[in-house]
């Protein structure tokens, strides 16, 4: 059983401050997909990351993932409210017949406060 | 990518009944899963299911309690059966983006149980 062990669990910062969340495993993943999730809603892809030392910026946001494809880190520069939410890090695994299972993290809820 | 829409977003049961979630998805898709989310947590996926064949289960997930069906390529149902208050949780729907193998998935926009 593969596991992904997302930190912190909880973030609760200013407007304006720099965050990172990590994600953690011993097993190798295919790709590592980063959610975000609102209150009443699914989750929603933010990136995926596919390839070993792979960096993905998307505007404030700057995904990793780790030489070996066993972590992967969420950095957001200057956060503002609009981010706050659940943040989801899943990880899908090797092998063709292992198609959809991902592996979620515990998420992450970050609070940004004005 | 695709668009699914989930039904019913919230419902409260009684002990002992049923529930069934509808998912619709605007496009074809080989394959639909459903997951289960207790509230501000992760996902736990409980099954997938392909159109034509029986949906295949993942680890303490059985077909008698959580009964699948997948008649065509665009729907798919999922049954929580004998509820009880440990059921009460988010139950979503996903499919694949598209754009290549585990690349990434859309989800249903959920549907809130609570079972008193």
């Known amino acids: 059983t593969q596991l992904l062990e997302q930190s912190p669990q909880f973030l609760s910062i200013q407007e304006g401050e720099n965050l990172t969340v990590y994600c953690n495993s011993s097993?190798?993943?295919?790709?590592l997909q980063w959610y975000r999730q609102e209150p009443g809603e699914g989750p929603v892809l933010l990136v995926t990351?596919?390839?070993?030392?792979e960096v993905k910026k998307l505007k404030r946001l700057t995904f990793q993932f780790g030489d070996a494809r066993k972590d992967s880190s969420l950095h957001i520069t200057a956060a503002q409210p609009g981010d706050t939410g659940l943040y989801l890090c899943?990880?899908?695994?090797?092998?063709?017949?292992?198609?959809?299972?991902?592996?979620f993290g515990q998420g992450t809820i970050l609070t940004v406060h004005p | 990518s695709a668009v699914i829409s989930q039904k019913p977003s919230r419902d409260i049961c009684q002990r002992g009944t049923s529930l069934t979630i509808q998912c619709q998805v605007d496009?074809?898709?080989?394959?639909m899963f459903w997951y289960r989310q207790q509230p501000g947590q992760s996902l736990t996926l409980i099954a997938t299911?392909?159109?034509?064949?029986?949906?295949?289960?993942e680890s303490g997930f059985v077909i008698d309690k959580f009964p699948i069906s997948r008649p065509n390529l665009t729907f798919s149902t999922l049954t929580v059966s004998n509820l009880s208050p440990e059921d009460s949780s988010i139950y979503l729907c996903?499919?694949?983006?598209?754009?290549?193998?585990?690349?990434?998935?859309?989800f249903g926009s959920g549907t809130r149980l609570t079972v008193v």
């Open positions: 996903s499919v694949d983006v598209g754009g290549g193998y585990n690349y990434g998935y859309t």
């Open positions: 097993s190798v993943f295919s790709s």
């Open positions: 990351v596919v390839t070993g030392g």
């Open positions: 899943a990880g899908a695994p090797t092998g063709g017949t292992s198609y959809g299972k991902l592996t």
């Open positions: 496009s074809q898709v080989t394959m």
């Open positions: 299911a392909n159109q034509g064949s029986e949906a295949t289960y």
